[in-house]
């Protein structure tokens, strides 16, 4: 849904599908499986690239985290398009580890 809700850019579906997931604990574990899945498959493909299995981990499941967040963020905010909510939402991540980093040195 999350692909065709932002082809046909209609942030206003993809609002209305995550509350109706949001309803059901059947939909909320079905979600989590598909994220899972393409966490999966985005590992699987990095490996075949030679990243390592560790590496590959990381940036999957970090990848389906950011998009996630996005996806939200820009089904909550109409004013602005997928594209923009994921690069947005991956600056965030990066400036808060950055700042963790920041944090744990002495």
């Known amino acids: 849904f999350a692909q065709t809700a932002a082809s046909l850019d209609q942030p206003d579906q993809a609002r209305a599908l995550r509350a109706l997931i949001d309803t059901s604990a059947v939909l909320q574990e079905r979600e989590r499986t598909k994220m899972a899945a393409a966490a999966a498959a985005i590992s699987h493909a990095l490996t075949e690239r030679g990243v390592s299995l560790r590496d590959a981990a ?49």
């Open 58 to 106: 990381f940036v999957a499941h970090t990848a389906t985290l950011v998009f996630t967040t996005a996806y939200d963020d820009w089904a909550n905010d109409p004013k602005t398009d997928l594209p923009t909510a994921i690069q947005a939402t991956l600056a965030d991540f990066r400036h808060a580890l950055e700042a963790s980093t920041e944090l744990s040195q002495p």
